[in-house]
């Protein structure tokens, strides 16, 4: 059952990463690009869990951390440069 | 008995795998489907975290009744998502505000200052005098 699940969840995991891509590539603005980019950090933490859940192990929640944090200081970079032109002041 | 458990166990993360599932498909398809940037903002940033939360909270579940192995990895991550997705909502529309929206489109503050994204910030002389 928990198979079952998994594999439900991990399809629509992987539509989200389609679809923020999608968002990437097309969006109109920078703001919509930098939404897409952190959109697609969550789907991938997800998508990382759940493959950890799959094949049994914690190794993946070190990397599941790290990619969250290194996530939301890129997405606040990224937000910083193009607000003040700069990213430290 | 025992049988009685694990069945529990395993109807439980299944339901917060499948409900974290359709969180995170209706925040990545809202940020494909919504028409204006303002309303794409809405989508990602609390369906989504929704969504991961509650494949997080499925995985503890999972190592705590199946494995019998306690993870807390689970619990921080979700609480850093959890409190770093308003910082970065604001700050996105903050740089959408900077580049699209001009600002005497915008209404009044109603404060001596203006809306932060344009002005500087009151500096503490100004306050004073």
């Known amino acids: 059952m928990i198979t079952y699940a998994l594999i439900f969840a991990f399809a629509c995991y992987g539509f989200g990463l389609l679809a923020t891509l999608w968002r ?6 920078a703001a919509d690009r930098i939404l897409a980019l952190d959109t697609m950090v969550i789907n991938f933490i997800a998508l990382l869990i759940l493959y950890g859940v799959w094949r049994g192990t914690a190794i993946y929640f070190e990397a599941s951390m790290l990619i969250a944090m290194v996530g939301f200081v890129s997405t606040v970079a990224f937000c910083r440069f193009i607000l003040r032109g700069d990213i430290i002041e | ?24 498909f209706v925040g990545s398809f809202g940020l494909l489907k919504l028409k204006h940037t303002m309303q794409r903002l809405h989508a990602p940033t609390k369906a989504t975290t929704l969504g991961v939360g509650g494949a997080l909270i499925g995985s503890m579940l999972y190592f705590l009744m199946i494995e019998s192995s306690v993870s807390f990895h689970e619990l921080l991550i979700t609480l850093f998502l959890f409190i770093t997705a308003p910082i970065t909502a604001n700050f996105v529309a903050k740089t959408f505000m900077q580049g699209d929206v001009v600002e005497r489109e915008l209404p009044d503050t109603g404060r001596a200052f203006g809306w932060a994204v344009y002005d500087d910030p009151p500096s503490e002389k100004t306050e004073e005098g």
């Open chain 1, 24 to 29: 990437l590539l097309t969006g109109p603005t």
């Open chain 2, 1 to 24: 008995m025992d049988q009685d458990m694990t069945l529990l166990a395993e109807l439980l993360v299944s339901a917060f795998l499948i409900v974290g599932g359709i969180f995170g």
